[in-house]
């Protein structure tokens, strides 16, 4: 059996309630808090050096654990082809679009951007092993994205002022590029496993990032950043980066991309939750339907 129809097979025994589901959303509860979390940062750091420290910062914990789980380095043909691919646009690609985006729009804008990547990873899945999703699936991703645009529409503006089409376009690149690493690590994890493949792609990431911060950041810039700008470093760093990377990867590794994707659509819902619970925004009526109409479309995609 091929491996695209093992992982098919895989996928189709998943069911809404797994421990693949549960890494899944525990991934983009992580994520979900992103988009504010970057934008307070980036009121201390500019995007570009943000991005920079947030894949080299995360280096030294990645070590940590490859040394603690003793994993594998994949370095030998197809494998080491795969762990760049990875490096390059998941933990280099994806924050760098995604942080610069955020510099110039609203968390908002950056919320409904990334609804988009549960698209690109679809679409890039089917292109793959050359199967048209089915209609279920354009539903449920069709419903929940409409859901995500009203969402954002209610609770902070589809209009503000303080976005930009640029940083739109640079959140929605970044989404795309996710979406790529998605097939680079989906090929690396039966081989490997989620951990090495993710901590693995850290490190190879943060040595190539490594010049460019030395060169981009300086002692004063350093200085400069608050204590709530460094923890905003640390939660991009350790949970955005590896922890939710890790836990992401086991669950597409399960479940499947095409079916695990969907879940990005929540991304908004939990920015919007967040808010609410943090600085006390109001969770109308229309925000609380937007949300539910935004769980069926991940059902739909979700359902056996």
Do not use: C
């Amino acid at each position: 059996m091929s491996e695209p129809d093992r992982n098919t097979r895989q996928a189709a025994a998943v069911g809404f309630l797994s421990l693949a589901t549960a890494a899944a959303v525990f991934a983009i509860l992580i994520w979900g808090g992103s988009p504010m979390v970057t934008k307070v940062g980036t009121r201390s750091v500019d995007g570009f050096s943000l991005a920079l420290m947030r894949t080299v910062g995360a280096v030294p914990f990645a070590l940590v654990l490859i040394v603690v789980m003793r994993l594998a380095l994949p370095w030998r043909g197809r494998d080491l082809i795969d762990l760049i691919g990875l490096a390059v646009t998941g933990l280099i690609g994806f924050p760098m679009l995604f942080t610069l985006g955020v510099s110039l729009t609203t968390a908002g804008h950056a919320a409904v951007a990334q609804a988009s990547t549960p698209i690109f990873a679809g679409l890039l899945e089917a292109a793959v092993n050359r199967r048209w999703p089915a209609l279920r699936w354009w539903l449920g991703i069709s419903i929940g994205f409409a859901g995500a645009v009203i969402l954002i529409a209610e609770a902070v503006g589809i209009d503000g002022s303080s976005a930009t089409w640029q940083g739109d376009l640079l959140v929605i690149g970044g989404a795309f590029s996710a979406s790529v690493s998605f097939l680079f690590g989906a090929r690396l994890i039966p081989r490997f496993g989620a951990p090495a493949a993710t901590l693995w792609s850290v490190v190879v990431a943060g040595i190539i990032l490594l010049p460019v911060l030395l060169l981009q950041v300086t002692r004063q810039e350093l200085a400069e950043i608050t204590p709530v700008g460094w923890a905003v470093l640390l939660y991009l760093a350790a949970g955005a980066s590896i922890l939710a990377y890790v836990t992401w990867f086991y669950a597409i590794s399960r479940g499947g991309i095409g079916r695990m994707s969907v879940w990005h659509f929540a991304l908004p819902v939990v920015g919007v939750f967040l808010a609410a619970a943090v600085i006390d925004e109001p969770l109308t009526p229309l925000l609380t339907a937007a949300t539910v109409v935004i769980l069926i479309g991940v059902g739909l995609v979700q359902r056996r």
